[in-house]
């Protein structure tokens, strides 16, 4: 097994060495002088994880402009799954470079565009006849599906969801719900936004504020009646918000299968298929964003197959075009199709450089490796960092699925966010050459995103430096035995 692993790796690239490698401190002086250049020429409103320059990047490396190679958990946010240079990517866009770059696909036509629309109208869940658009990012392709819900129904409402991200335009930005940094000053908002409960496990949004939410702590896969309990309680609340608003005044609710910048939430089981359920008796478009959890990340094409729920309109992106910008809309005919001539498109919307660029990700997803892949590398980390939340008590939950995976930190009993831990956690495995990223409402959970080709080799070598974070970080926090009876 370990072979099938380390070789796919190594067959889809390996210009680099595929070991870290610290040269420098983190960042290096090449690194902190252009940082410096950069805050001098470049708007302090994009935040950067790791001040760190990057030269080359190649399965799972990043390597900076000092010389140090990191271990990169992160995949540019899980964009570049089958690895940040993969060779049959680069040659398929260095082929079109050579042929043409543009042409705007309003204006005339080329192949792949269909190519690419065809793969995902046989791919995306759901058993009926389907048509695909193509635009360049991710919040786009929402925009677009809210466009073509509206325009099938004639309704004009949009549910979401709490703990969402579907993005940064004005449109999107309204429908995620964090404030700070998503929407931090930056309204006034579209109408007709309306957002209804989550059915977050660990913090269950009609639960009690304490108690319940710790029942549920240390995921049980929801299997047990306080997962399915959550699933209920949270569709009861769905649905009267629904109601209170009038359903036929929707036209889409908009979900994530796993709630990708909300904090890596596994919905409890039944609530995707509840939601369906729900879109069904009331005439509602179901739109599944698998922007984040889709294309292969979590060990199946698209993170919805789990719980066997199909959307109307399913949405990629990402990992889509393997860096090269690509998003897409894949829905059922009829729907696609009522959109009146001429009203969907863009400039730049599935651009022929992008086109081959996902076509390269089709031929990568064939044989099956990248998504057996994706479930080992779920193994190899539930192994080394699941044991954490017993170990310790600050990790509360471990949580995702395949190479979409979290730790959520909170103190025991209570699950007082500790977003404070995350910080220092992040920085002592920065330091150490192994990049990771945090999400969630509460700025309290650590994500992983490995790309799909990274060694097992290097995951674990990556793994023992969180784990071993973790453990310092943790020493000197409360114990789990004495956290629980000073705030009962
Ligand atoms: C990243 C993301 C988006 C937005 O994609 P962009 O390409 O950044 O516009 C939308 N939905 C989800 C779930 C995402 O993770």
């Not at 540019?76 to 866009?93: F, M």
């Not at 129904?153 to 979401?160: A, E, N």
């Not at 009146?340 to 990700?361: K, Q, R, S």
């Amino acid at each position: 097994m370990t072979d099938s692993r380390s070789s796919a790796a190594a067959t889809a690239l390996s210009y680099l060495p595929q070991s870290r490698h610290l040269a420098t401190i983190i960042p290096g002086p090449r690194s902190s002088a252009l940082h410096r250049e950069r805050q001098e020429q470049v708007t302090d409103g994009f935040g950067t994880v790791l001040p760190v320059f990057i030269d080359r990047a190649d399965g799972g490396i990043l390597q900076d402009v000092d010389g140090n190679r990191l271990i990169d958990f992160a995949s540019g946010i899980a964009v570049t799954s089958i690895g940040a240079s993969n060779r049959r990517v680069g040659e398929r866009v260095a082929a079109q470079l050579e042929r043409f770059t543009h042409t705007c696909f309003m204006v005339t036509e080329y192949e792949s565009f269909t190519q690419v629309a065809k793969w995902l109208n046989e791919h995306v869940p759901g058993d009926f006849e389907k048509r695909t658009a193509l635009f360049s990012t991710g919040a786009e392709a929402v925009e677009n599906a809210v466009k073509i819900a509206r325009s099938a129904t004639g309704r004009s409402r949009v549910l979401v969801f709490d703990e969402a991200y579907h993005g940064r335009s004005l449109m999107t930005m309204a429908m995620t719900a964090k404030e700070n940094p998503y929407r931090l000053n930056f309204g006034p908002f579209p109408n007709e936004i309306v957002r209804a409960a989550s059915a977050n496990p660990l913090r269950p949004a009609n639960a009690p504020a304490s108690g319940a939410g710790a029942t549920a702590g240390n995921n049980d896969d929801g299997a047990s009646p306080a997962g399915a309990g959550v699933a209920a309680a949270a569709l009861a609340s769905v649905e009267a918000t629904l109601l209170e608003h009038g359903p036929d005044s929707f036209a889409a609710m908009v979900i994530e299968p796993i709630q990708g910048e909300g904090g890596f939430v596994v919905p409890a089981p039944g609530f995707l298929k509840g939601l369906r359920s729900l879109a069904d008796k009331y005439g509602i478009v179901l739109v599944m964003d698998e922007i984040q959890a889709g294309m292969g990340r979590t060990g199946t094409l698209f993170a919805s197959e789990y719980e066997g729920v199909a959307g109307d309109i399913t949405l990629t992106a990402k990992a889509l075009g393997d860096g090269v910008p690509l998003s897409a809309v894949t829905g059922r005919a009829g729907l696609m199709n009522a959109v009146h001539a001429g009203g969907l498109g863009g400039t730049y919307a599935g651009n022929p450089l992008a086109c081959e660029a996902a076509l390269a990700v089709f031929e990568a997803f064939e044989d099956g490796t990248l998504l057996a892949n994706a479930q080992a590398i779920e193994e190899t980390v539930r192994e080394l960092l699941e044991p954490l939340v017993a170990e310790t008590g600050v990790v509360a939950e471990f949580r995702g699925r395949g190479a979409m995976l979290a730790l959520e930190f909170a103190d025991r009993g209570t699950l007082e966010p500790r977003p404070d831990l995350v910080r220092e956690v992040s920085a002592r495995c920065h330091q150490q050459g192994v990049l990771t990223l945090s999400c969630g409402t509460y700025g309290n959970v650590i994500r992983l995103l490995p790309p799909l080709v990274i060694s097992q080799e290097l995951l674990r070598d990556g793994l023992q430096v969180l784990r071993q974070a973790i453990i310092d970080v943790a020493v000197g926090q409360p114990a789990r035995e004495d956290t629980a009876p000073s705030f009962a």
